[in-house]
């Protein structure tokens, strides 16, 4: 029974890979962030799970996880994209929370999320159409929106230099943290295409920049949605805040 439990993780990285990841960030995120800044951190990535279908376009051209049951997508793709959002706002929770305001009674903007997700949808499919690959498009999607969010709010720009540059060190010590366990799950990397080529750092050239690109862009949406606001003074001990949907 331990055997072949064994194998099954052996078998299956990339699910494995997604469970460690959202069981690492969920108790650093308990740990070392407020009990409103965990929930946030919650909402983050479940406002980013519904995304998953996109990672479709990657397959084959990019790379070819081994999903249960053999599909193109499966719930490996939901555990993903939503781990990835988690660690989005997680980085930016963790050395700035004292400067990001959540309002008492912080509310999701569905028309904002509607409107900017429905932008980059349009932008990714655009670029997709245009005979990008998959990752290409997925970056220069992603990059053009957080620009125009940093535009939008220019307040925002600590938030963005933190995601940018701390984002891509922490993914990068969580997949080679995962290629240490599972050697061969860098093979799933397609090595003959440009963004699936292995760095220096023994990771795909595509989880890099992409790392760089979302590390600002999820952020900045999330700052958009939930209509953060900064403050340049220390919060005291004593304020609490309270994160909740409503329609």
């Not at 650093?28 to 965990?38: D, M, T």
């Not at 963005?160 to 969580?174: M, Q, R």
């Not at 003959?192 to 600002?216: H, Y």
Request: some cysteine; proline content about 4%.
């Amino acid at each position: 029974m331990e055997s072949n439990l064994v194998d099954i993780i052996k078998a299956y990285p990339y699910l494995f890979a997604n469970v460690l990841s959202i069981l690492i960030l969920l108790t650093a995120g308990r740990i070392f962030l407020s009990r409103q800044q965990w929930r946030v951190m919650i909402l983050s990535g479940l406002l980013n799970a519904p995304c998953f279908p996109f990672l479709i376009f990657l397959e084959r051209e990019y790379w070819s996880p081994i999903r249960l049951g053999g599909w193109m997508l499966g719930i490996e793709d939901v555990f993903c994209s939503f781990w990835v959002a988690v660690l989005g706002w997680f980085v930016v929770a963790l050395l700035l929370h004292n400067q990001i305001v959540l309002n008492k009674q912080l509310r999701i903007s569905w028309y904002r999320y509607r409107v900017v997700g429905g932008i980059s949808a349009i932008l990714f499919l655009l670029w997709y159409a245009l005979k990008f690959s998959g990752m290409g498009s997925l970056i220069l999607a992603c990059g053009i929106v957080a620009a125009l969010l940093l535009i939008r709010n220019k307040q925002a720009w600590p938030l963005f230099i933190t995601g940018i540059f701390l984002y891509p060190v922490l993914y990068v010590v969580l997949l080679k943290f995962f290629f240490w366990i599972w050697p061969d799950f860098v093979k799933q990397w397609n090595p003959l295409s440009f963004w699936g080529t292995t760095t220096f750092l023994g990771v795909p050239r595509g989880e890099i920049v992409w790392a760089f690109v979302f590390g600002a862009y999820w952020p900045l949406l999330m700052t958009y949605v939930f209509d953060v606001r900064f403050s340049l003074f220390r919060l005291t001990e004593n304020t609490t805040y309270r994160a909740e949907i409503t329609e």
